[in-house]
């Protein structure tokens, strides 16, 4: 074999191994584009029930898309959230506004300077896989499975992340097509009294394909 031909050969496999290198990273970059239901007024609704001591009490978590411009989105946030305090808990509401960059996720201002910098919890990447590692707002997390809900008046297939800290609990369903997060549950251990959170989507304008 003439060293011409041998050079052909190497310079053939290094182009063949520099595009499979290429195909893997972008293989395992999941955040390419912003979703495809990202739109100036786009929101979901949640039911959050409250669970302690026998007592329970209903509110409504919202977030919604106030204005888009090109890949960055500005969101509103109202939710709910626990207080306990001498033994006596209380529901609180709270609100949020934060400009997202739409692809990456990462919030780049907010009305509360502690999320900056944090990855936006409410939607995750679509191209993920048992395995995938996702970073949200509670920190980054392997999907480990997933599983069939009943939400919104369909069935939908959700990844899940679950989380264990040693005052709390959060498992978390996302939609596999649209990333979009459907179910939440928390379970707080605050002054020996457990509180427990369930959030289920019940009110949204974006079409959720199958």
């Known amino acids: ?95 949020a506004h934060w400009t997202i960059d739409a692809v990456t996720r990462e919030v780049s201002s907010s009305s509360d300077s502690s999320y900056v910098g944090q990855k936006c919890p409410f939607w995750i990447p679509t191209d993920l896989r048992t395995g995938s590692s996702v970073d949200i707002l509670y920190g980054a997390n392997t999907i480990r499975r997933s599983e069939s809900i009943n939400v919104l008046g369909q069935q939908r297939d959700c990844w899940i992340l679950e989380y264990d800290w040693s005052t709390a609990s959060m498992k978390r369903w996302y939609d596999k097509s649209s990333g979009i997060c459907l179910r939440i549950l928390v379970v707080l251990y605050r002054q020996d009294i457990t509180v ?15």
């Open 1 to 95: 074999m003439n060293r011409r031909r041998l050079l052909l050969i190497c310079l053939l496999l290094i182009s063949v191994l520099c595009v499979t290198i290429a195909v893997y990273y972008i293989a395992q970059s999941p955040e390419k584009a912003k979703p495809y239901w990202l739109a100036s007024g786009s929101y979901m609704t949640y039911e959050q029930v409250f669970m302690w001591n026998n007592q329970n009490e209903t509110e409504y978590m919202t977030w919604n898309v106030t204005e888009l411009r090109d890949d960055m989105a500005d969101l509103y946030l109202v939710s709910h959230g626990v207080n306990v305090t001498d033994g006596n808990v209380a529901i609180i509401e709270g609100e």
């Open 196 to 210: 427990k959170t369930t959030e289920t989507a019940v009110s949204t304008n974006i079409g959720l394909t199958k």
